[in-house]
């Protein structure tokens, strides 16, 4: 039962365009979503976070927006550079069980074509 | 500031053997958590702890079995070691408030069990 989802495990864009990379949940308990940024051989890197009661949270290139009615979140990276290709995870916690356990979707990889 | 570290960075353990993996908090955070990544999934979560205590658990048998201590840090210990245990292991750190807290990730230790 995958409770995170990223139904796109590739994603290529060009340099100065803009990137949109999608997750999906089912648990309606989810109250606090991040995305993360991961080179091989590194560990994850928090990107940007978003909590449900907002719609959209913006960090420089970076924008996160959530649909809690269609669980549905996405991160837009724009413009896109080159050093923004590696592999994107979004996560999700909530109180669901004891600790604040990340639920992760399998990742998207994006590529950003000079 | 002082950021999540891990040791060892690579591991070659034969199948039956007993592991120990380090890591250090990033200063600051009195939570840690533990998460195994395969190769081309996302992360899982395996457990946390706070305050010296496991906080949470996921879908991982007894023979996976952590500490943290007074000063935060924290070991994952895994005993009776199964070909399927490669993988990247994750340890992350957190401010403990609220619950919807942010975790910031290590560089990994990478097990291969032959």
């Known amino acids: 039962d995958q409770q995170v989802k990223q139904n796109s495990p590739s994603l290529s864009v060009q340099e100065g365009r803009i990137s949109i990379l999608n997750c999906d949940y089912t648990?309606?308990?989810?109250?606090?979503f991040l995305w993360y940024k991961k080179y091989p051989a590194e560990g994850p890197t928090f990107l940007i976070s978003?909590?449900?009661?907002?719609d959209k949270n913006e960090d420089g290139r970076f924008t996160v927006f959530l649909n809690k009615s269609a669980k549905h979140l996405s991160l837009h990276i724009v413009p896109s550079q080159p050093g923004d290709s590696a592999v994107y995870f979004c996560?999700?916690?909530?109180?669901?069980?004891?600790?604040?356990?990340?639920?992760f979707g399998g990742g998207t990889r994006l590529m950003v074509k000079p | 500031e002082t950021g999540v570290t891990q040791s060892p960075t690579h591991l070659i353990k034969t199948r039956g053997q007993q592991v120990t993996l380090r890591c250090s908090s990033q200063?600051?955070?009195?939570?840690v958590s533990w998460y195994q990544q395969a190769l081309g999934q996302g992360p899982q979560f395996i457990f946390q702890?706070?305050?010296?205590?496991?906080?949470g658990r996921g879908n991982f048998p007894p023979r996976f079995s952590g500490l943290q201590f007074p000063n935060y840090s924290s070991e994952l210990n895994v005993n009776a070691l199964e070909l399927d245990d490669s993988a990247l292991y994750l340890c992350?750190?957190?401010?403990?408030?609220?619950?919807?807290?942010?975790?910031?990730f290590g560089p990994g230790t990478r097990l291969t069990v032959l």
């Open positions: 992350a750190s957190s401010l403990w408030t609220s619950g919807s807290d942010t975790q910031y």
């Open positions: 648990n309606s308990m989810f109250d606090y």
């Open positions: 978003i909590s449900s009661i907002k």
């Open positions: 996560a999700a916690s909530g109180q669901i069980n004891a600790g604040n356990m990340l639920t």
């Open positions: 200063s600051g955070h009195n939570t």
């Open positions: 702890y706070y305050r010296e205590e496991e906080n």
